[in-house]
């Protein structure tokens, strides 16, 4: 049996919240390295045979192709019966309800300050202020919905790590860089930094991604 492959750059937030669940589930991955900063994402090639949107990460597990790390991160757990993705039929709905909120709701909006803050110092562009501004206000809403829900809970749905947290935790992989406001939220704050120490996945996955992310910005000449 082909082993199952995961198509991504090691500095993707999105590409982590993969590897992270995997390694969780016990599930070995073949990863396929994609480097994001030189577009070997964008090409004809990758477009028609893995995705035709250009981004990463993608899934290839045989016959299957499938992208967005949501949905990859429900097929793994499909696969081994994992209860990250809800032990219950209960909890099943509430890990949906926030997978789907965290990327309507928050991981837009978290991507948006990244591409303004990151990527514009990166390609010597400026900043749309205005842009900024509404990301930053409906991330803030968000946050503020999110430090009220965890208030007094360790996850963000049951009693355990599920996919939920891995989505909702995936802004923090660009925190510093693009300078999020969560330590303005001490619930959110401390929901994240127990899971830093809860799960060593998470830790590992965090370094990988600071040395990918900090390297090429030290090759480009980017302090941000």
Not at 134 to 145: I, S
Request: net charge negative; aromatic share 10%.
């Amino acid at each position: 049996m082909m082993a199952i492959r995961i198509y991504g750059d090691a500095g993707s937030g999105s590409l982590r919240r993969v590897t992270t669940a995997a390694k969780i589930m016990g599930i070995e991955l073949e990863r396929m390295a994609v480097d994001l900063f030189k577009g070997e994402s964008r090409t004809d090639e990758f477009k028609a045979r893995l995705n035709p949107h250009g981004l990463t990460p993608v899934l290839v597990d045989d016959g299957t192709v499938l992208y967005e790390a949501s949905a990859i991160n429900l097929y793994l757990a499909d696969k081994v019966n994992s209860p990250l993705a809800g032990r219950t039929a209960e909890e099943r709905f509430q890990v949906l309800q926030w997978m789907f909120w965290s990327g309507e709701q928050w991981r837009s909006f978290t991507t948006t300050l990244f591409d303004e803050r990151v990527g514009k110092a990166v390609m010597g562009l400026a900043k749309d202020e205005a842009l900024v501004g509404f990301a930053e206000g409906k991330l803030r809403a968000a946050a503020t919905v999110l430090d009220r829900h965890l208030d007094g809970r360790t996850f963000m749905v049951g009693q355990a790590l599920t996919l939920a947290d891995i989505d909702v935790a995936a802004p923090f992989s660009q925190v510093d860089r693009a300078k999020f406001p969560f330590k303005d939220y001490p619930n959110l704050f401390a929901w994240h930094d127990n899971l830093l120490r809860s799960f060593p996945a998470w830790a590992e996955t965090k370094a990988e991604v600071d040395h990918r992310m900090d390297s090429f910005l030290a090759s480009v000449g980017v302090t941000l």
